[in-house]
């Protein structure tokens, strides 16, 4: 955080997106290690505007969902039920003042061209890039619907770039190999390690005497897939970005569910005018046990031909929007700051794939 | 006759950067909270200065407990979360309530507790102290400020929070904001616990602006700065996943904190470059 923190101050970024699981347990110890948590980000997120997207924690530790929307903004679960509730106050004088003002005052949700009126998920435009962060914890329709909205809302030509970031990854090397797994325990409602990829792949679980059956990885991934990627495809959204597993993976450019073909059906393994979305995962920002070995390989075989490089060790992603041909990602390991993974996408030609 | 030795240097040399890399991975650091209080319903009087405790035998049991085995020279007697034992043994679903870890926060050592209680406590957080400061992006013009305070009882609605705000040291006008009151932790806590926001608009890119906070009953906050989105071209951090408020201070190797204040330390960040073998960072 400290070089983030630092960047910040020396104008190598403006801002931070943060992609969910801010951290363990907010609302444990009656909500006191959230406290701490955000005392401690005091220091960089005083001086550095951030965007925060909600992850598996902020819905599953104990709170559902509270701690974040609070955080975020202030719409609660459990906190608009009372008539009588006084919660929400403005300087505001009337019922049309009241509501202008929560609507100007609260955050991303109110802002973007399409308000979502949530912080669960919402659209910001940033000059020549506009970010969309959802919440993959529950895909619903009106999020779907929201999306496609503000997807089509963004004139490319004065916003060529749109990258879509939630707290899951779609594609990663680690789920494919583990398409058979319990989703129960990817999705973070079993316990996860911190040392490893975070998330045991464990056997799917036995039926209940109830009838409920544990779904598969491959399931739910299929399920988020179906919904997610013709958006991505509709709007040619030029990146994902995720986190949840705790490591670094990149993909080429991504068509129909692998790398994107040329008109001979040879595989384009550039970033140069990308034909689909490229997918990243960046989800080792400092979970517990990070260690300092960065390890940086090619997850490229026959069986993944859409996978690139796949990394260990706490990193952070940088994106710099060059001009609106032309972005930038840099993977930064976050012990020495060094970046290493680099890569230029161009983009001539921004529109539906 | 020469092996020997050498061999020798190899392994006290493998055994020492086996340690150095072992508390390097501690990843917490030490975390002071000189706002925060002993409670006084489980302690008598005060909390101890962390380097005259009442025993050898305790002096040691709690100096193990900071990152450097010591307190920090500035620790007075204040709750912290120290640093060599915060988020120790913690994992997802798990993790025990042990005081000196610091699960629950930071914490003292109370000279003389109530009847049934550990000298080493919890602290309990101070009223009317604006804390979590932080700005959140709105739009490309606008940020977001909020921050949290606790006070004994929910304040009148006539309040609202303020922030004294410019882009000049010297020339900071009022913004009025929102609270709202957080009922989940305000139950859970027994007082009132408010979030408040206040929105900074029309902000020039790349300007640097200035600006305190404080809600309708609370202090002022410390002078902050921060510096307006440059739209033009637009660069940002991306990243998921930091975790524990504890051990997320890996992310965090250089400094830590005394209140408002930073303080770096050269000794976390010798063991980081000689681990990283790296100088340039």
């Known amino acids: 955080m400290q070089n983030l923190k630092t960047d910040c101050e020396n104008g190598v970024i403006d801002f931070i997106v943060h992609m969910g699981d801010h951290a363990y347990d907010l609302a444990g110890a009656g909500d006191k290690r959230g406290d701490a948590y955000m005392n401690v980000f005091q220091p960089t997120l005083s001086t550095c505007p951030w965007i925060p997207i909600i992850g598996n924690h902020e819905v599953n530790d104990g709170d559902h969902y509270q701690r974040y929307l609070n955080m975020t903004w202030g719409e609660t679960l459990g906190d608009s039920d009372d008539e009588d509730d006084t919660s929400i106050r403005s300087t505001a004088d009337s019922a049309l003042g009241e509501f202008l003002t929560k609507a100007t005052l609260f955050g991303l949700g109110f802002h973007s061209s399409v308000p979502s009126n949530t912080s669960r998920y919402f659209g910001v435009t940033i000059g020549s890039i506009h970010i969309a962060g959802l919440d993959l914890n529950n895909l619903d329709k009106g999020q779907l619907a929201w999306l496609d909205d503000d997807l089509a809302s963004i004139d490319r030509k004065v916003t060529p770039w749109i990258l879509v970031s939630s707290h899951f990854p779609m594609y990663h090397p680690l789920l494919q190999s583990n398409l058979n797994a319990s989703s129960t325990f990817y999705l973070g409602d079993g316990h996860e390690k ?59 450019p991504m068509c129909h569910g692998d790398v994107c073909k040329d008109e001979s059906g040879k595989d384009i393994k550039s970033f140069n005018e990308p034909k689909g979305t490229i997918h990243i995962t960046e989800g080792n920002g400092g979970v517990p046990g990070v260690n300092g070995t960065n390890t940086l390989k090619s997850c490229n075989s026959k069986k993944k031909e859409w996978c690139r490089l796949h990394g260990t060790g706490g990193n952070h992603g940088r994106i710099i929007v060059l001009n609106s041909t032309h972005l930038k990602y840099q993977h930064v390991e976050n012990p020495t700051g060094k970046v290493t993974d680099d890569f230029v996408v161009q983009q001539s030609n921004h529109g539906p794939f | 006759m020469d092996k020997a030795p050498t061999h020798l240097r190899t392994i006290l040399q493998f055994t020492t950067i086996s340690f150095w890399l072992y508390v390097a991975h501690a990843d917490v650091y030490d975390y002071l909270m000189p706002t925060w209080k002993i409670n006084e319903e489980t302690c ?153 926001f206040i929105k900074f608009g029309n902000l020039t890119k790349g300007k640097t602006y200035f600006y305190k906070v404080q809600s309708a009953t609370s202090q002022l906050s410390e002078l902050l700065s921060f510096r307006a989105i440059d739209y033009d071209q637009p660069k940002f951090g991306i990243y998921g996943d930091s975790k524990s408020p504890l051990l997320f201070f890996f992310l965090l190797p250089f400094l830590y904190t005394s209140g408002s204040n930073i303080y770096f330390s050269g000794y976390y960040c010798t063991l980081l470059f000689a681990y990283s073998g790296s100088l340039e960072a």
Not at chain 2, 58 to 84: L, V
């Open chain 2, 44 to 196: 008598l009087d005060t909390c101890m200065e962390w380097e005259k405790l009442p025993t050898e035998q305790e002096q040691k049991r709690i100096d193990s407990t900071w990152y450097n085995g010591k307190a920090p020279s500035n620790a007075n007697n204040y709750c912290a979360m120290p640093g060599g034992s915060a988020g120790k043994f913690e994992c997802d679903g798990c993790t025990k309530d042990v005081v000196t870890n610091s699960y629950a926060g930071p914490w003292c050592y109370c000279k003389t507790p109530k009847n049934g209680h550990n000298h080493t406590q919890y602290c309990v957080p101070p009223i009317n102290v604006p804390e979590q400061i932080n700005l959140q992006v709105a739009d490309v013009h606008s940020v977001v400020a909020s921050f949290v305070t606790r006070e004994a009882t929910v304040p009148s609605n006539k309040g609202v929070p303020i922030a004294y705000f410019g882009d000049s040291k010297t020339n900071l006008h009022k913004v009025p904001g929102i609270t709202h009151h957080y009922k989940h932790l305000s139950s859970a806590e027994g007082m009132s616990y408010s979030l408040h």
């Open chain 1, 194 to 252: 911190f040392t490893t990829s975070g998330h045991d792949f464990i056997p799917l679980m036995q039926c209940q005497n109830d009838g409920i059956c544990d779904e598969s990885v491959g399931m739910w991934l299929n399920s988020i897939q179906s919904k997610l990627l013709p958006l991505l495809k509709k709007h040619g959204v030029d990146l994902y970005d995720a986190g949840h597993v705790h490591d670094y993976a990149s993909t080429y």
